[in-house]
């Protein structure tokens, strides 16, 4: 790759880091508001949000067109300013709430997006092979609880036992980084740096425990989104016992449009949380007596 297309290429990242922020600020905005058009009437903020977005779509889906003519995807790059001929030019920075209404999406950032995904493949090749062994090691938890001799009783426990591992693979790998939102920071449990990569880990012994994680894990795909120097999700369930198969993990991932960056992975090992200490009594005090 020249690095015409590793500087535009990184142009990309930055409009849609940009993009995402301005869905953010649409989102937060129109909390409370109740229709679209008092929206539009009282909030500046929030037309100035819109023409952002629209205006980094645009950029988008001329950038991404370039990127895919240069990197010789001419069917893709035809395809691509297909679609952007098509867009309504009125709804081009519409938003959508998302399927577990955990905020708003806009369709069409999201569209390029998936594109732009499939390029960067490409253009951060050596990444692949990397990708593949974070994976490999997190699929083989189990495994590196048995190495370390260690029976968890919590998801900090799995995750501290993987993060040796990461350390000795990856001199890039990371512990809790730290991925600022506008109202929120949220913390992924491990990552590698070179690799855009993360990975969520939960710790689940029964189906109460698994919705709640799953509801969890969710939230925090919201959270996560649009940070591009973290590209590709992994989320870790640890269970200690045959709670769910795999196929239905990823039906369940399917059915609710999880962000095609993350994958699940369900492993499964030994462990059981500390049962919390039981209350002590109080000891009851002798009630007063009169004296007569």
């Keep these: 790759m020249s690095k015409e297309e590793q500087l535009l290429t990184g142009a990309i990242l930055e409009s849609i880091r940009e993009a995402n922020i301005a869905v953010s600020t649409i989102s937060n905005e129109m909390e409370g508001i109740r229709t679209f058009e008092q929206a539009e009437q009282e909030n500046d903020r929030l037309s100035e949000a819109q023409e952002t977005l629209a205006w980094y779509i645009r950029k988008l889906y001329r950038d991404v067109g370039i990127l895919a003519e240069r990197m010789s995807l001419p069917i893709l790059a035809t395809r691509i ?3 952007f001929e098509e867009i309504d030019p009125t ?4 938003v959508d709430p998302t399927p577990y209404d955990i905020g708003l999406i806009s369709p069409h950032l999201g569209n390029i997006r998936g594109y732009f995904d499939s390029i960067a493949v490409m253009t951060n090749g050596n990444a692949v092979t990397g990708l593949d062994t974070f994976r490999t090691i997190l699929e083989n938890t189990p495994s590196i609880m048995k190495l370390a001799d260690v029976v968890p009783q919590n998801e900090a426990e799995v995750r501290a036992a993987v993060y040796e591992v990461l350390k000795i693979t990856f001199h890039d790998a990371v512990r809790e980084i730290p991925v600022s939102q506008l109202l929120k920071t949220f913390k992924p449990d491990l990552g590698v740096r070179s690799l855009m990569a993360a990975a969520e880990y939960k710790f689940v012994q029964n ?3 698994l919705k709640s994680a799953l509801e969890g ?3 925090d795909m919201k959270g996560y989104n649009g940070h591009y120097e973290w590209r590709t999700f992994f989320a870790v369930i640890y269970t200690t016992d045959a709670i769910i198969h795999r196929e239905r993990l990823a039906e369940e991932f399917r059915g609710v449009r999880a962000e095609l960056n993350w994958t699940p992975i369900l492993v499964t090992g030994s462990g059981a949380r500390k049962p919390r200490a039981p209350k002590k009594a109080t000891k009851p005090q002798p009630s007063a007596t009169s004296i007569v």
């Design 81 to 83: 300013a297909k679609e």
């Design 207 to 209: 189906e109460a425990e």
């Design 91 to 94: 709804a081009i920075s519409d």
């Design 217 to 219: 894990l969710y939230a």
